[in-house]
């Protein structure tokens, strides 16, 4: 029998995976189909800008850009006479179609245990779940001692995905040492970093592992209640977790008598309302009890008194996905991938100014120059590289002479940056760096809570400062104000937000001073994206004129013959920047601010 998985994660869905999936199971059930298939609508394959994606087993195919005029196609040539549909297939870098994802050079050089499950199963059947080991994890944790699987988180290096690094074991071996109960535990999934769909393909694709993971850390810590904190834009999410609940418990994997042996453990869905601050374990838990989401100050510990004034462990979505890995296949298994202080791997959400953008799992320790030049396959339009921002909106801004640094919890520290919880934006040469740093501090102006002063204040004095420099009244004296700023709010502020929210500005500042001063000093942004401070010019003797740059303006600015050089009436330039996005051979240059 053939399997057919059609990915229906949220972005292969957005582009027609359902009516792809509903054709394929309308013409496969009539009688014009003699080869017998099995429709399965899996999560995130990863490789979103391909969608809709379609694999075939045992054959290994895997198609691209699927459409629902394809499917006859793949059920008369491929299902019926082994033969390849060519115009499906990928392309790789030398121009040669590939057969499989083996062959692909976005999934090769890829490791994945968090997402091992990921594209291959049904989050909506737990008997693909179970059938992939699933579950096994769990009946092992219950014939073992609280410490000794607390022992084997510990020997796997275990540390937390969600961006603060801390190691799971310490965590669980602490809540366990309180003898006060209730005590809790809960998953993050408040997703909140532009760009980043880590968890929300985890949660969409593979719900039973957050759930397994989650039941053997009650195991751990003595636990009879868990909620899974589920961010309330993530429809898919939520639907999937839910039924991934409701199947759990009717086979006994959780509720009142698990697995037969009379331990319990109920687990419920909270939906955040979206507010990025909920994503810090104190503002998430006050969140979770119905309470305004803030933060409070962390003399006292969640593991001490979380939800409720009670012992709570919190993890992220992928810690606990990696949890049923580490018990079933030992902690040593785990421990030897990655880095000395780093084990595992990472996943990461590639997105940005490159090639091949998606989701991403390596080993810990894989530099940026192999995610961004192998995995991603360069820059688009081989643009030169500038920047790559880590960490979201509260991460650094990494410059090309570092993209050699392994990317691991403390590296990145190092230098000012961030791995975060796995956000990966990469910018070209179009990319000013003074505009990113002011986009991600007017982020997170506006997703401060404002219970403290540092936070509240400095990023509103951060994003006054930065719209200065940005639309040409900067002076040389603001940076020294800004880098004082981002000292006083990262010695200061009260939770983790306020304290990293700095680092695009601080590594910005370090990296690219030269972008500031040539917006100060020369009242010209290099990127050509302030508008304020660019003027466009088109070079006569680039020019083919091919007329496209005059068909995308929307000012009309620009005029001039078919295949004779066009012009741009700076007068009517609204700085828009179409023009450049538009023309294939370069012609369009700026210069820095005239009077219009």
Same mark, same amino acid.
């Given at each position: 029998m053939k399997t057919i998985r059609v990915c229906c994660g949220t972005g292969c869905l957005a582009n027609g995976s359902a009516k792809v999936a509903e054709e394929f199971e309308r013409l496969t059930a009539g009688t014009d189909i003699s080869v017998e298939c099995d429709i399965k609508r899996t999560g995130c394959n990863g490789f979103c800008e391909n969608g809709p994606l379609v694999t075939i087993l045992p054959d290994e195919i895997s198609y691209y850009h699927v459409k629902v005029s394809d499917v006859k196609d793949i059920l008369e040539k491929t299902i019926?006479?082994?033969?390849?549909?060519?115009?499906?297939?990928?392309?790789?870098?030398? #121009?040669?179609?590939? $057969?499989?994802?083996?062959?692909?050079?976005?999934?090769?050089?890829q490791m994945k245990i968090a997402l091992r499950n990921i594209g291959k199963i049904s989050p909506a059947h737990i008997e693909d779940y179970i059938e992939s080991g699933g579950y096994e994890g769990l009946k092992k944790a219950l014939s073992m001692t609280p410490e000794e699987i607390i022992d084997e988180i510990d020997a796997s290096g275990l540390r937390g995905r969600g961006g603060a690094g801390f190691p799971t074991g310490r965590k669980w071996r602490t809540a366990l040492g309180y003898d006060n109960f209730p005590k809790y535990v809960a998953c993050n999934g408040d997703e909140g970093d532009p760009g980043a769909f880590m968890d929300r393909s985890i949660l969409e694709g593979d719900p039973h592992s957050v759930i397994e993971g989650l039941a053997?850390?009650?195991?751990?810590?003595?636990?009879?209640?868990?909620?899974?904190?589920?961010?309330?834009?993530?429809?898919?999410?939520? $639907?999937?977790?839910?039924?991934?609940?409701? !199947? %759990?418990?009717? %086979?006994?994997?959780?509720?009142?008598?698990?697995?037969?042996?009379?331990?319990?453990?109920?687990?419920? /869905?909270?939906?955040?309302?979206?507010?990025?601050?909920?994503?810090?374990?104190?503002?998430?838990?006050?969140?979770?009890?119905?309470?305004?989401?803030?933060?409070? %100050?962390?003399?006292?510990?969640?593991?001490?008194?979380?939800?409720?004034?009670?012992?709570?462990?919190?993890?992220?979505? =992928?810690?606990?996905?990696?949890?049923?890995?580490?018990?079933?296949?030992?902690?040593? =298994?785990?421990?030897?991938?990655?880095?000395?202080?780093?084990?595992?791997? $990472?996943?990461?959400?590639?997105?940005? $100014? /490159?090639?091949?953008?998606?989701?991403? =799992?390596?080993?810990? #320790?894989?530099?940026?120059?192999?995610?961004?030049?192998?995995? #991603?396959?360069?820059?688009?339009?081989?643009?030169?590289?500038?920047?790559?921002?880590?960490?979201?909106?509260?991460?650094?801004?990494?410059?090309?002479?570092?993209?050699?640094?392994?990317? !691991?919890?403390?590296?990145?520290?190092?230098?000012?940056?961030?791995?975060?919880?796995?956000?990966?934006?990469?910018?070209?040469?179009?990319?000013?760096?003074?505009?990113?740093?002011?986009?991600?501090?007017?982020?997170?102006?506006?997703e401060s809570c404002g219970k403290c002063t540092p936070c509240r204040e400095g990023l509103k004095q951060m994003l006054e400062i930065l719209t200065d420099i940005c639309e040409g009244r900067g002076t040389m004296e603001d940076l020294d104000l800004l880098e004082a700023l981002g000292e006083t709010m990262i010695d200061c502020s009260l939770c983790a937000l306020g304290k990293s929210a700095p680092n695009p500005v601080l590594t910005t500042l370090k990296y690219f001073r030269d972008e500031y001063e040539a917006h100060i000093l020369e009242h010209r942004c290099p990127a050509g994206v302030c508008k304020e401070l660019t003027t466009f010019r088109i070079d006569p003797e680039a020019c083919r004129g091919c007329t496209a740059c005059a068909r995308a303006c929307p000012a009309g600015a620009i005029s001039g013959s078919v295949k004779q050089p066009h012009s741009i009436d700076v007068s009517k330039c609204i700085s828009c920047g179409s023009c450049r996005e538009t023309c294939r051979f370069n012609a369009v240059m700026t210069e820095g601010r005239q009077e219009k």
């Amino acid at each position: 029998m053939k399997t057919i998985r059609v990915c229906c994660g949220t972005g292969c869905l957005a582009n027609g995976s359902a009516k792809v999936a509903e054709e394929f199971e309308r013409l496969t059930a009539g009688t014009d189909i003699s080869v017998e298939c099995d429709i399965k609508r899996t999560g995130c394959n990863g490789f979103c800008e391909n969608g809709p994606l379609v694999t075939i087993l045992p054959d290994e195919i895997s198609y691209y850009h699927v459409k629902v005029s394809d499917v006859k196609d793949i059920l008369e040539k491929t299902i019926e006479n082994g033969e390849l549909v060519q115009k499906l297939l990928y392309k790789n870098d030398k #121009g040669e179609y590939v $057969k499989s994802q083996d062959e692909n050079p976005f999934y090769a050089p890829q490791m994945k245990i968090a997402l091992r499950n990921i594209g291959k199963i049904s989050p909506a059947h737990i008997e693909d779940y179970i059938e992939s080991g699933g579950y096994e994890g769990l009946k092992k944790a219950l014939s073992m001692t609280p410490e000794e699987i607390i022992d084997e988180i510990d020997a796997s290096g275990l540390r937390g995905r969600g961006g603060a690094g801390f190691p799971t074991g310490r965590k669980w071996r602490t809540a366990l040492g309180y003898d006060n109960f209730p005590k809790y535990v809960a998953c993050n999934g408040d997703e909140g970093d532009p760009g980043a769909f880590m968890d929300r393909s985890i949660l969409e694709g593979d719900p039973h592992s957050v759930i397994e993971g989650l039941a053997i850390c009650a195991l751990a810590i003595g636990s009879e209640q868990g909620y899974l904190y589920i961010r309330d834009e993530y429809n898919l999410a939520v $639907k999937n977790v839910k039924k991934a609940l409701a !199947d %759990a418990e009717a %086979a006994g994997f959780i509720g009142d008598d698990i697995c037969g042996t009379g331990r319990k453990l109920h687990l419920e /869905v909270v939906r955040g309302g979206g507010a990025f601050v909920c994503g810090e374990s104190t503002a998430l838990m006050q969140s979770i009890e119905g309470k305004v989401g803030e933060p409070r %100050a962390k003399y006292i510990r969640s593991v001490q008194r979380g939800l409720w004034n009670q012992p709570t462990v919190l993890n992220n979505v =992928e810690t606990l996905a990696n949890v049923p890995y580490i018990i079933s296949h030992g902690g040593a =298994e785990f421990a030897s991938v990655g880095t000395e202080k780093s084990k595992g791997t $990472k996943v990461f959400a590639l997105v940005g $100014k /490159v090639q091949r953008t998606g989701l991403v =799992e390596v080993p810990m #320790g894989t530099t940026l120059r192999e995610l961004i030049f192998n995995i #991603g396959g360069g820059l688009k339009g081989g643009r030169p590289f500038k920047a790559v921002q880590t960490g979201g909106p509260s991460g650094g801004c990494i410059p090309e002479s570092m993209l050699d640094l392994p990317v !691991d919890f403390d590296t990145l520290k190092e230098y000012g940056a961030m791995m975060g919880s796995g956000g990966m934006i990469v910018m070209d040469d179009r990319s000013c760096m003074v505009d990113v740093a002011r986009y991600y501090v007017n982020f997170l102006c506006g997703e401060s809570c404002g219970k403290c002063t540092p936070c509240r204040e400095g990023l509103k004095q951060m994003l006054e400062i930065l719209t200065d420099i940005c639309e040409g009244r900067g002076t040389m004296e603001d940076l020294d104000l800004l880098e004082a700023l981002g000292e006083t709010m990262i010695d200061c502020s009260l939770c983790a937000l306020g304290k990293s929210a700095p680092n695009p500005v601080l590594t910005t500042l370090k990296y690219f001073r030269d972008e500031y001063e040539a917006h100060i000093l020369e009242h010209r942004c290099p990127a050509g994206v302030c508008k304020e401070l660019t003027t466009f010019r088109i070079d006569p003797e680039a020019c083919r004129g091919c007329t496209a740059c005059a068909r995308a303006c929307p000012a009309g600015a620009i005029s001039g013959s078919v295949k004779q050089p066009h012009s741009i009436d700076v007068s009517k330039c609204i700085s828009c920047g179409s023009c450049r996005e538009t023309c294939r051979f370069n012609a369009v240059m700026t210069e820095g601010r005239q009077e219009k």
